[in-house]
């Protein structure tokens, strides 16, 4: 088992920036890919941003691309998502995954691995 845990979360005007970490621990050495969704009210969860465990293989969905940016630190097993120029329409629960496959951290109803989830509120 994976076990996930989010910080990082809050609120921010329009414009500003948050940094969001998720420390993993347990088997780690099993995760192929970690990522982020997010989940607004009434909405399905939204993949955002993955990156390969080892390599440098990133993701991003279109709205998030120039603004925010995914890195890890391997001797930490974090995982962290830089977001900049946040938007309104940026607020929402932001939820970590894992996956020890490949192809499948994109995908919400196959994830095996998720954190508790952490807020972001961006004020307009």
């Known amino acids: 088992q994976v076990q996930l845990v989010e910080s990082g979360g809050g609120l921010v005007q329009a414009g500003g920036s948050l940094r969001l970490s998720c420390a993993a621990s347990g088997r780690t050495f099993s995760i192929y890919d970690m990522g982020w969704f997010r989940q607004a009210p009434g909405k399905e969860r939204e993949f955002v941003s993955a990156?390969?465990?080892?390599?440098?293989?990133?993701l991003y969905v279109d709205s998030v691309k120039g603004r925010f940016t995914i890195s890890r630190d391997n001797a930490k097993n974090t995982v962290y998502l830089q977001m900049n120029s946040l938007k309104p329409e940026d607020t929402a629960v932001y939820y970590c995954a894992a996956d020890s496959r490949y192809g499948y951290i994109q995908y919400a109803a196959d994830v095996q691995y998720w954190g508790q989830g952490t807020q972001v509120t961006v004020s307009s």
């Open positions: 990156i390969r465990w080892s390599g440098s293989t990133t």
